[in-house]
């Protein structure tokens, strides 16, 4: 079975709890990505599966408005690369957290990833879950 769903908007990634005297606390940007990956996941019809699964994930980013029209352009089409922050392994923990429950029972399920940052005009963070069929 695989899974496909996107959540519109920059993609957000993960960020460590921080904290405030004792307490500790989520970024509530971070948190509102987290539920919205939820809610999208589960409008696409996740489940919280107990099979091995792959997740993919596109992280679409936003081309940064001070670019001239020539070098948007080559980021549109590939030839400049997203090499600066946020870092593939953050856009990719936050997306496996926010699943947790929803399209698995724990992200430990997923035994292969793919996380790839690309620029586009409209910033977007696309997956793709396969469930193994066991």
Not at 69 to 83: C, F, M, S, V, Y
Not at 110 to 131: A, D, H, L, M, Q
Request: aromatic share 10%; proline share 7%.
């Amino acid at each position: 079975m695989i899974l496909r769903f996107t959540v519109p908007g920059a993609p957000v990634p993960w960020q460590r709890a921080r904290q405030n005297g004792k307490r500790f606390f989520t970024d509530p940007k971070v948190q509102a990505y987290k539920d919205e990956v939820a809610i999208r996941a589960k409008a696409a019809g996740a489940k919280p599966f107990e099979s091995p699964c792959t997740l993919v994930i596109t992280a679409v980013m936003p081309i940064p408005t001070s670019w001239s029209a020539r070098r948007r352009q080559e980021a549109l089409e590939g030839q400049i690369k997203h090499t600066v922050k946020p870092d593939w392994d953050n856009l990719g923990k936050g997306i496996s957290d926010a699943l947790n429950g929803v399209a698995w029972k724990d992200d430990s399920q997923v035994y292969w990833s793919n996380v790839r940052k690309t620029y586009g005009e409209n910033p977007r963070t696309e997956v793709t879950i396969s469930y193994d069929q066991s």
